[in-house]
């Protein structure tokens, strides 16, 4: 019995592999078919979508599922995916901009401006994640993220230090970037977002509707 589950185990896990290092060829795959520009955030919104069915024991054809998925939210994710950029270019110039002036004044503005980028690299860590797996406006989808962050900051640190150690392992193994980058931040990501919130879409936006009433 207790080989039966070491193997099981083993079979599992390299199933996940199997699963993932596709996911990411895929990812990769449709970003390069949108130049980029077009098709990262697509793309991106697409793997989260197929490891959130995963994790919540769907079963699907990849190929089909992710194209499917692509072509239906194309606008919304890229919408999202630029908004959050150009955020992100802002708070950088404004970050840049104030520590260019010598005054205790600006010292004081960067020192807020850094407070605020850290709020927005927690929304981008829960922004996509949280938009498959709910279906709700952007701007919801953004307080939501910042709300997902604040109310359980251990799994946020967490979060943050199982994206550091996937980078710095890709950085030491190129090899696997092609295979096991995204898709496995993704995974790590999807499974916060569902601790966080275990409902279905479908429960939540119910639940949404009753508080507007």
Not at 34 to 60: D, H, I
Not at 62 to 84: E, Q
Not at 116 to 142: D, M, N, Q, T, W
Not at 178 to 192: E, K, N
Request: charged letters at 15%; one cysteine or more.
């Amino acid at each position: 019995m207790e080989w039966r589950g070491v193997i099981g185990g083993a079979y599992e896990m390299c199933e996940w592999i199997m699963r993932l290092a596709y996911v990411n060829l895929l990812w990769l795959l449709f970003t390069f078919l949108g130049l980029g520009v077009l098709g990262f955030f697509p793309a991106t919104s697409a793997m989260f979508t197929l490891v959130r069915g995963w994790l919540n024991g769907q079963e699907f054809k990849v190929f089909h599922a992710f194209w499917r998925s692509c072509r239906k939210n194309w606008i919304d994710a890229n919408l999202l995916g630029y908004f959050l950029l150009a955020v992100g270019i802002l708070l950088y110039v404004d970050i840049r901009l104030m520590r260019s002036f010598n005054h205790p004044f600006f010292d004081l503005l960067s020192f807020a401006a850094l407070g605020f980028g850290f709020l927005y690299l927690v929304v981008l860590l829960y922004a996509f994640p949280l938009s498959a797996h709910l279906r709700l406006r952007k701007r919801e989808i953004v307080r939501l993220a910042l709300f997902a962050g604040m109310k359980q900051p251990l799994l946020t640190l967490f979060l943050l230090a199982s994206i550091a150690m996937i980078a710095l392992v890709n950085a030491v193994f190129p090899g696997l970037i092609p295979f096991l980058s995204g898709s496995v931040v993704c995974l790590v990501s999807m499974w916060a977002v569902l601790r966080l919130f275990p409902m279905s879409a479908e429960h939540f936006s119910a639940g949404q509707s009753r508080k507007a009433h």
